[in-house]
């Protein structure tokens, strides 16, 4: 169906790779250079590149996870600059990106979103509606697929603006790994995890209010 389409739109390539391998993405753009970026400052969103995303399978949401560190960490297609992406995923991994605080959903996958991603809600699945929250659906008003059989009931689309940056990852990884761990802790408990002298650096550059609290709080 694809190449009988494409044989109207001479422009559109079928690259017959495997898109799981990352290394396919570099013979694309170095080798065959059948897809050839500008590359743009990153202090706006790419004006010439999108990247679409089709990752509704059993493994979408773990490559989703590595699309966003590709972004975090400014490499693969976001060597270009900021890349917008639009990505099809399940409700139960959009759900995560847009967790607000005291849900258990939110987790590391919202924290990585949060820090490189402005990220928007575009479209869902009817049936996928009650998963997010009010605030959620009012603040993107996404448009909303009918469940009329032939369209799959968990789906959502979500568009990806990368944000600029200057967070150093190995700490930040470091960090968001050990708290999340303990998340139910009050955080003056918690950040005992983080080495040496944490504790007592914390204690006294932070509000004591926000030390009682954990992070589903």
């Known amino acids: 169906m694809y190449r009988a389409t494409l044989k109207d739109h001479p422009s559109m390539v079928v690259y017959d790779k495997n898109p ?6 570099i013979e694309m753009t170095k080798e065959d250079k059948v897809l050839t970026p500008t590359t743009q400052k990153r202090d706006h969103i790419h004006d010439e590149f999108l990247i679409t995303a089709n990752l509704t399978n059993k493994k979408g949401e773990q490559l989703y996870v590595q699309y966003l560190q590709c972004v975090a960490n400014k490499n693969w297609m976001q060597r270009f600059g900021l ?5 099809w995923i399940p409700q139960q991994t959009a759900r995560k990106l847009f967790a607000p605080f005291a849900t258990k959903d939110r987790n590391r996958l919202t924290l990585l979103s949060e820090l490189a991603t402005d990220t928007k809600l575009i479209a869902t699945s009817e049936n996928s509606m009650s998963k997010f929250t009010p605030e959620c659906l009012q603040k993107f008003d996404p448009v909303i697929i009918p469940t009329d059989g032939n369209s799959p009931d968990d789906l959502s689309l979500v568009e990806v603006n990368p944000r600029d940056h200057d967070v150093d990852l190995d700490n930040w990884d470091f960090v968001t790994q050990k708290l999340m761990v303990l998340k139910s802790q009050p955080i003056e408990e918690m950040i005992e995890i983080l080495g040496h002298g944490a504790h007592d650096w914390f204690i006294s550059n932070l509000d004591p209010v926000l030390l009682k609290k954990n992070l589903m709080k």
């Open 83 to 87: 890349v917008k992406m639009l990505v």
């Open 20 to 25: 799981y391998k990352w290394e396919t993405f």
